[in-house]
């Protein structure tokens, strides 16, 4: 089984802050990587797909980069309403795992 | 617009079979894969298996020998069911829709479309 590490586990940063999140695959998955944002009781909501696509309508400081096993999503200029945990997730053709997600909190 | 919908019981008795239907609505359910996920109370997310419109399988390896996911094309709707349950199976349960794109070389996969998710306590 394929296995996402992400790092950090909890995240606390600023409105205005640059931050990046990293998703460690336990072996290669390409590009078949993709990031959610999800907010309490909510269902995750899909900003990346292909590692880097960005999904329509997500506004474009996201961004996320990497192949094979190492894989980043970043914020280039947090907002408000992007306080909430993350999760990276692999989808090859038959399979899928999710990394253990990432909580981002206002400093 | 594609729209999900989970239903079913909130409550199972342990040792029970889960049960839950999702329904699709805005559009078919023909030429997607349809997944199931879950979420245990203040922990991460964890994939269940995928369902083709055609009937075709995958499940997480982990569940597999309890889960049967199914699809009804004819009602617009795909089911889990998940036997022997226990304490460890209480969760919020999402169906989604798996998307996917042809890139250059590959073709590439996202769940671009959740439903709101429905929670299931197994307690007797």
């Known amino acids: 089984d394929i296995q996402l590490t992400q790092s950090p586990s909890f995240l606390s940063a600023s409105v205005g802050d640059r931050v990046t999140i990293t998703c460690r695959a336990s072996q290669g998955i390409s590009s078949y990587l993709a990031w959610y944002q999800q907010k309490p009781g909510k269902a995750p909501k899909l900003l990346i797909y292909a590692a880097s696509t960005l999904q329509s309508g997500v506004p474009s400081r996201f961004s996320g980069s990497g192949s094979g096993t190492e894989f980043t999503l970043t914020i280039s200029s947090l907002q408000p309403e992007d306080f909430a945990t993350y999760y990276c997730q692999q989808l090859n053709s038959y399979l899928s795992t999710f990394g253990q997600g990432t909580k981002l909190e206002i400093k | 617009q594609v729209q999900l919908q989970e239903s079913g019981p909130g409550l199972v008795k342990p040792s029970e079979t889960l049960s839950l239907t999702c329904t699709v609505s805005?559009?078919?359910?023909?030429?997607?894969?349809w997944s199931w996920i879950r979420q245990p109370p203040g922990k991460g997310l964890e994939w269940i298996g995928y369902?083709?419109?055609?009937?075709?399988?995958n499940y997480n390896p982990s569940l597999k020998s309890r889960v049967t996911i199914s699809v009804d094309t004819s009602k617009n709707q795909f089911s889990l069911k998940l036997s022997s349950v226990t304490a460890a199976d209480t969760a919020v349960y999402y169906c989604a829709r798996r998307g996917v794109v042809q890139g250059t070389r590959y073709y590439y996969y996202y769940m671009d479309v959740w439903g709101k998710g429905t929670t299931v306590t197994v307690s007797s």
């Open positions: 805005g559009g078919s359910i023909s030429s997607y894969y």
């Open positions: 369902i083709y419109y055609s009937g075709s399988t």
